[in-house]
């Protein structure tokens, strides 16, 4: 999969990823770093790119409904998050297979309580 990793979030995260053996890119990297949200998610868009962010504006499915992107995925995280305990959750995350292959078309809220994600499959 590939991913546009947020720039709230670590710039080491990209590494993260790429050792799960998937591709990813910081925003910063690309030159959106101080873009908007509708101009970080549009690049997210045009590229193929799963968004994986801290910004709970993301989840607001008005704004981005989750069918029109190859994944969006917000943390849910307390303020008193570390860069550290950042990456740990994306790591707990990564190793969650089955759910990375339903990630597109869908929004993930991932929090240290689990995984949701939405919408929820139709059946």
């Not at 770093?33 to 801290?54: H, K, N, P, R, W």
């Not at 069918?67 to 860069?83: C, D, F, H, I, S």
């Not at 305990?85 to 309580?113: D, M, N, T, Y």
Request: net charge neutral; proline share 7%.
């Amino acid at each position: 999969m590939k991913f546009l990793i947020d720039a709230d979030l670590p710039r080491r995260t990209p590494g993260l990823f790429h050792r799960g053996g998937h591709e990813a890119v910081h925003v910063c990297d690309v030159g959106i770093g101080a873009a908007g949200d509708v101009e970080v998610a549009a690049y997210a868009q045009s590229q193929g790119m799963c968004l994986v962010t801290g910004d709970f504006g993301f989840a607001d499915v008005r704004n981005y409904p989750p069918e029109k992107y190859p994944g969006l995925v917000v943390l849910q995280l307390p303020r008193t998050a570390t860069a550290d305990s950042i990456l740990s959750l994306l790591e707990s995350l990564l190793r969650q297979e089955c759910i990375l292959e339903h990630l597109a078309g869908r929004l993930a809220i991932v929090s240290w309580g689990g995984v949701r994600l939405r919408p929820r499959p139709k059946g």
